[in-house]
């Protein structure tokens, strides 16, 4: 058995040191032992014969830069698991150079599922950090206590660098301080919550303008607690006036019920009728990808969602060259929260492989992001969405499209083509070409997974599934 010592809880370069030379040396994933040792050198002598792996052995492979990016999360997660799982996806890359891009994998899905905790962790981080004032020796400057659900602190630092450039700062955590001196990031070891102020003058304007914006007509505790989660709210100056706000909701909301009728003038109805249509998440268009996510699970634009377990937004690169916009998320996707991760993921996958395609480097959505189906027994029967369906849920696509900026779009099937198009777009006469999109991205249309699955003849199904590998190449080709 072999020890691999690693400095600190994310010390990604020493992780990767540790595992070319573990790799190289042919030790298999379950032969070492992963540790936190800040002391000492990079191999324990857990063997009474240790190996000796020469650097230059060590160097002589590279791996995928998807891996790279992916393992980088990874790592800032909390789970005593994540190197282990690293060097095992590591260690399987040399006989499966494509596993990366296979999403149904488990050791990829949990890879994937640990890079979205992290992910979720930096956005309520920087949702949920409430700075404090204070003075030191050089002036005043501003405080926060923040309890990362994972270690994101560092990664995250320069994002408030960025918002807050003209003021000193700092964030103390368990984990790590991150500093802003208007200059420089610096990081110093964790703190203790007593080194942080507890409150200041800032604290009842918080709770001023938290007060005015909460519509107890709109309460939904659950969703809010999920968006708000319990562990954030003691360092969140509005969080104290949650339990009384809530008591007094219903309160509230009769006394609205019971005001005497308005009648809204001809133009506020046309305008309440256009923000119904164009602006429901709040009255704001997405500015982010998370935005999008969290949008469309709380979206009531059409009544998809009552039957759903959750919405499934897209998920891939904020940058992504392709985009792949497929019908709706299937009986799976909707359990598990992701698209194409069901067996019409499973042929997308392996058609991908084929035709060379990174999945990790594209981005993969659905027209409508609830599932719609009926229930027969047990079983959850997918349902294709109306043309009405896909109206309402093309703000969300679009909203998506708007922030990736994709220079290519694949629509999977008849929904997605119409969706994107905006026009009913017959597949197989218009698959294997290019097409240009007012967007200025241009366009692929191509089967849908799931259509392929469903062909009864073998034949046809096999020049389907061929088609329809020669389309993903040829959306790679324009998109590169
Ligand atoms: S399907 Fe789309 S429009 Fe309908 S509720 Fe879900 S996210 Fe909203």
Same mark, same amino acid.
């Given at each position: 058995?072999?020890?691999?010592?690693?400095?600190?809880?994310?010390?990604?370069?020493?992780?990767?040191?540790?595992?070319?030379?573990?790799?190289?040396?042919?030790?298999?994933?379950?032969?070492?032992?992963?540790?936190?040792?800040?002391?000492?050198?990079?191999?324990?002598?857990?063997?009474?014969?240790?190996?000796?792996?020469?650097?230059?052995?060590?160097?002589?492979?590279?791996?995928?830069?998807?891996?790279?990016?992916?393992?980088?999360?990874?790592?800032?997660?909390?789970?005593?698991?994540?190197?282990?799982?690293?060097?095992?996806?590591?260690?399987?890359?040399?006989?499966?150079?494509?596993?990366?891009?296979?999403?149904?994998?488990?050791?990829?899905?949990?890879?994937?599922?640990?890079?979205?905790?992290?992910?979720? +962790?930096?956005?309520?981080?920087?949702?949920?950090?409430?700075?404090?004032?204070?003075?030191?020796?050089?002036?005043?400057?501003?405080?926060?206590?923040?309890?990362?659900?994972?270690?994101? *602190?560092?990664?995250?630092?320069?994002?408030?660098?960025?918002?807050?450039?003209?003021?000193?700062?700092?964030?103390?955590?368990?984990?790590?301080?991150?500093?802003?001196?208007?200059?420089?990031?610096?990081?110093?070891?964790?703190?203790?919550?007593?080194?942080?102020?507890?409150?200041?003058?800032?604290?009842?304007?918080?709770?001023?303008?938290?007060?005015?914006?909460?519509?107890?007509?709109?309460?939904?505790?659950?969703?809010?607690?999920?968006?708000?989660?319990?562990?954030?709210?003691?360092?969140?100056?509005?969080?104290?006036?949650?339990?009384?706000?809530?008591?007094?909701?219903?309160?509230?909301?009769?006394?609205?019920?019971?005001?005497?009728?308005?009648?809204?003038?001809?133009?506020?109805?046309?305008?309440?009728?256009?923000?119904?249509?164009?602006?429901?998440?709040?009255?704001?268009?997405?500015?982010?990808?998370?935005?999008?996510?969290?949008?469309?699970?709380?979206?009531?634009?059409?009544?998809?969602?009552?039957?759903?377990?959750?919405?499934?937004?897209?998920?891939?690169?904020?940058?992504?060259?392709?985009?792949?916009?497929?019908?709706?998320?299937?009986?799976?996707?909707? @359990?598990?929260?992701?698209?194409?991760?069901?067996?019409?993921?499973?042929?997308?996958?392996? +058609?991908?492989?084929?035709?060379?395609?990174?999945?990790?480097?594209?981005?993969?959505?659905?027209?409508?992001?609830?599932?719609?189906?009926?229930?027969?027994?047990?079983?959850?029967?997918?349902?294709?969405?109306?043309?009405?369906?896909? *109206?309402?849920?093309?703000?969300?696509?679009?909203?998506?499209?708007?922030?990736?900026?994709?220079?290519?779009?694949?629509?999977?099937?008849?929904?997605?083509?119409?969706?994107?198009?905006?026009?009913?777009?017959?597949?197989?006469?218009?698959?294997?070409?290019?097409?240009?999109?007012?967007?200025?991205?241009?366009?692929?249309?191509?089967?849908?997974?799931?259509? @392929?699955?469903?062909?009864?003849?073998?034949?046809?199904?096999?020049?389907?599934?061929?088609?329809?590998?020669?389309?993903?190449? @040829?959306?790679?080709?324009?998109?590169?």
């Amino acid at each position: 058995m072999q020890v691999a010592r690693l400095a600190h809880e994310t010390d990604f370069d020493g992780w990767r040191r540790a595992a070319r030379e573990l790799r190289a040396a042919g030790t298999p994933p379950e032969a070492v032992i992963w540790t936190i040792d800040g002391a000492g050198g990079l191999f324990a002598a857990a063997s009474e014969d240790p190996l000796k792996v020469s650097r230059k052995t060590a160097a002589a492979f590279s791996v995928p830069k998807t891996f790279v990016d992916l393992a980088g999360k990874v790592i800032l997660h909390r789970s005593d698991e994540r190197f282990s799982l690293l060097y095992r996806l590591l260690w399987r890359l040399q006989g499966e150079p494509n596993l990366i891009h296979i999403a149904s994998d488990p050791d990829v899905a949990r890879a994937h599922d640990l890079e979205r905790g992290v992910s979720r +962790a930096a956005h309520k981080m920087k949702a949920f950090v409430r700075f404090r004032l204070a003075q030191d020796e050089d002036g005043e400057a501003y405080v926060a206590w923040f309890e990362p659900a994972h270690r994101v *602190t560092e990664a995250t630092a320069p994002f408030f660098a960025r918002r807050f450039t003209n003021m000193r700062f700092s964030i103390l955590t368990p984990d790590v301080c991150a500093h802003w001196d208007t200059r420089a990031l610096a990081f110093t070891p964790g703190a203790d919550p007593a080194d942080a102020p507890r409150e200041d003058a800032l604290e009842e304007y918080w709770r001023t303008y938290y007060a005015s914006i909460f519509n107890p007509a709109r309460l939904k505790t659950a969703a809010m607690q999920r968006e708000m989660p319990k562990m954030y709210w003691r360092n969140l100056p509005e969080a104290a006036l949650i339990p009384e706000l809530i008591a007094k909701a219903e309160g509230r909301t009769d006394a609205m019920v019971r005001q005497a009728p308005t009648v809204p003038s001809a133009r506020a109805v046309k305008a309440a009728l256009r923000n119904s249509r164009d602006a429901p998440y709040d009255g704001l268009a997405p500015t982010s990808l998370e935005d999008v996510a969290a949008g469309v699970d709380h979206c009531r634009r059409c009544p998809l969602w009552r039957d759903a377990t959750q919405g499934v937004a897209g998920e891939g690169p904020a940058r992504a060259k392709l985009m792949f916009v497929g019908e709706q998320p299937g009986d799976q996707e909707d @359990l598990a929260g992701r698209p194409f991760v069901g067996p019409a993921g499973q042929v997308f996958d392996r +058609a991908l492989s084929e035709a060379g395609v990174p999945r990790a480097e594209t981005y993969v959505t659905n027209a409508v992001k609830h599932f719609k189906h009926e229930k027969r027994g047990k079983r959850r029967i997918h349902q294709t969405p109306t043309s009405g369906e896909v *109206t309402a849920c093309r703000w969300w696509l679009d909203g998506e499209r708007r922030l990736v900026r994709p220079r290519v779009i694949v629509m999977l099937g008849a929904t997605a083509a119409l969706s994107v198009m905006g026009k009913p777009t017959p597949i197989a006469r218009n698959r294997g070409q290019a097409l240009q999109l007012a967007d200025q991205a241009q366009g692929v249309v191509t089967y849908h997974p799931s259509f @392929l699955l469903r062909v009864p003849d073998e034949a046809a199904k096999q020049a389907g599934y061929a088609a329809f590998v020669e389309d993903l190449k @040829l959306a790679w080709t324009l998109a590169a």
